[in-house]
């Protein structure tokens, strides 16, 4: 199910959309039909606007382990630099990202349970296009949802 009149997210501040660049729609639409596709799980996958998105939000019906609701929410820039972040109703967070940041890789992880902004490690995503970004993210989410545990979470070599 898709649905382009998702809630609203706030916007970011314009000094960090200067790093991350402007947001590609067609991205965030074709990634938006991959996910829906692709994980099983998935009970809507909405854009903030369906005008100028600046976040996909995917909705899914179970989380990793204990969580029985969770959302993922992606933005991809028209300079291929993107984020996922993975939410549950645990309070867990997690994200890959790909974007200049001082003192840490292009292609970072920010690791549960909390999604610190620092200290962050390499991200072990390194593809750049929105279909492999797409894979490789359900691929990792799918992993600890199997698992039911986050530990080895980014320990995959260059998924998917």
């Not at 898709?2 to 960090?16: F, H, I, K, R, V």
Request: glycine residues 6%.
């Amino acid at each position: 199910m898709t649905d382009d009149e998702g809630l609203s997210q706030d916007s970011q501040p314009a000094e960090q959309a200067e790093v991350f660049g402007p947001i590609d729609a067609g991205a965030l639409r074709e990634i938006r039909d991959l996910v829906v596709n692709q994980e099983p799980l998935v009970e809507a996958a909405s854009l903030d606007d369906p005008l100028n998105p600046q976040t996909l939000s995917v909705e899914l019906s179970d989380g990793v382990g204990a969580a029985s609701t969770a959302r993922i929410d992606i933005r991809w820039s028209l300079t291929g630099n993107y984020a996922a972040h993975y939410t549950d109703n645990q309070g867990r967070d997690f994200r890959f990202d790909c974007h200049p940041k001082p003192d840490a890789p292009t292609r970072h992880f920010h690791p549960p349970p909390d999604a610190p902004s620092r200290p962050v490690g390499p991200s072990c995503i390194t593809v750049r296009e929105a279909p492999l970004f797409t894979r490789a993210t359900l691929q990792r989410w799918r992993y600890a949802y199997t698992n039911g545990i986050f530990e080895g979470l980014n320990d995959a070599d260059n998924p998917p």
